[in-house]
């Protein structure tokens, strides 16, 4: 019902900056709350940033302040700026749809940010 189409992510210096979007086509976006996760080898897969159908977001202690979740509706997009990343920001980052009322969950495909100077 849902696909997700990541882009924008690649190799930054530390303290460069990324922004990564997410775009869904199908289903009904405004209803799903919307996430990033990633995954850096040899660790699980964790939740950086959410933020909800309604508005309000989210973020792992490691990334609060540096960045930033937002999502158009209208366009059925989701973005995750990323500020002052460090090298421990480097990981595959996947954004997620998620739906408790309709108990559908939806996954990008991934995309590597890497950090490095």
């Known amino acids: 019902q849902v696909q997700l189409l990541q882009s924008g992510g690649g190799l930054v210096q530390p303290g460069g900056s990324l922004k990564l979007s997410c775009a869904a086509s199908?289903?009904?976006?405004?209803?799903?709350?919307v996430a990033w996760y990633r995954q850096a080898p040899g660790n699980q897969r964790e939740l950086v940033a959410r933020?909800?159908?309604?508005?309000?977001?989210t973020y792992a202690d490691s990334v609060k302040g540096r960045f930033t979740i937002s999502r158009d509706n209208a366009k059925k997009i989701v973005y995750l700026q990323m500020d002052s990343l460090v090298s421990e920001d480097t990981a595959v980052y996947y954004c997620?749809?998620?739906?408790?009322?309709?108990?559908?969950?939806?996954w990008g495909q991934g995309t590597q940010v890497t950090v490095s100077s």
């Open positions: 997620n749809l998620n739906s408790d009322i309709w108990k559908s969950n939806y």
């Open positions: 199908g289903g009904i976006f405004a209803g799903y709350h």
């Open positions: 933020i909800s159908s309604t508005g309000p977001t």
